[in-house]
């Protein structure tokens, strides 16, 4: 009797793992109203990328998290989103003028970070994303501020324009900052580290509340 009752249990649990109800979540509509707070569009959100939009192939995506850790790793875009999701509504200031304020959801960069282990040494993160550009930040901010890398904007996936599949949001910095299109995240000890727009003449800090021409 106890061994028959074992066996419907067993035949049970490997019947629901075969059909495996597992819920796959589609995209809903864009928001433009959260809390009571009106959102600028993804629309508003200006491409004024170096290259244009980037079109990433997601089944030969990885994002790689290596130079100063203990393990460097290889995601796929699967991977990433197993982390904690968060949403927050932070606005995008570009220095040309415009701004949008969206709400974006996303992972914490630092969960990636720890991950990997980042060694002793390290105090620099740069991003490096599928176009060339780069741009990086202390260690300390990223960690401090759980900075957010975005999937979603306004409940929707990122677009190419937007920055698919992974946009930084660099918040209380200028949008150049804002990297898109990431697909490394290098661990580094050179503080003095200048990405695209930085080594450009721009702020290395790119601080709003500072200009960000140095
Ligand atoms: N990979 C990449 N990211 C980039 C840029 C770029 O040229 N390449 N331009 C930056 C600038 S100057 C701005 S203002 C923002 C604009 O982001 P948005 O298209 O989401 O509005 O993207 C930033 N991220
Ligand atoms: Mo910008």
Redesign the pocket.
Known sequence: MKTLFFLVIFASIIICGCIGNEVIELDGVEIREYEGEDLSSIN????????GP?EIEINDYFLEVFGLVETPKKYTYEEVLENQKYSKVVE?????G?D?KVLWEGILVKDLLYDAIPSSEANTVIFH???????SFPLDYITENDILMAYK?NNVTLTD???FPF??VAEQK?????????TKIELSDNSEYEG??ESRGYSNSGDLEDSYYD
């Open positions: 508003d959100l200006r491409d004024v990328s170096i290259s980037q995008l200031q570009c220095v040309m415009w949008a994303a599928s176009d060339g550009y780069t741009t904007v324009s937007a920055g946009t930084l200028w949008g150049y900052k804002w990297i898109k299109w990431i695209y727009w």
